[in-house]
């Protein structure tokens, strides 16, 4: 028997706070990105690889666990992996207990890519995000997104 967990009328409420949720979101990471470029810099995916690895044990992750930080569908992942172990950033390093898998690790390169990407990103936080927000708006933007927190792990 199929269980139907959706309610029989969804409050407006919710549905015009959802849509400019999302909207928020893609604004917001738009500006990020034209950001990022304007500084001639790759887009945001890329530091948040960069970023994941270098917090990483020995800077390096297996594939499915960086996938999981970054959240983006595996074919993706993998393709933005190739591109980047083209440009050196990150480099696949066999693991020996597994003879078919392998870390993903990230290069000196990369962390000196890390290190240029994240002040135009603060910047960007800053500018496009924080300085529009007061002290008391992020506690509370903090409060309801810890609300939504579990449903996104």
Known sequence: MLVCLMPKK?????LNVWARFIRAEQRLLAAVESDLKAAGLPPLLWYDVILELTRAPQGRLRHRDLQVQVLLAKYNLSRLIDRMADDGLVSRVPVQEDARGAYIAVTESGRRLGKRMWPVYARSIAR???ARLDEGDLI???RVLAKLTPLAS
């Open 10 to 14: 969804l409050p407006r409420a919710a």
């Open 128 to 130: 496009h995000f924080a």
């Open 140 to 142: 509370e933007l903090d």
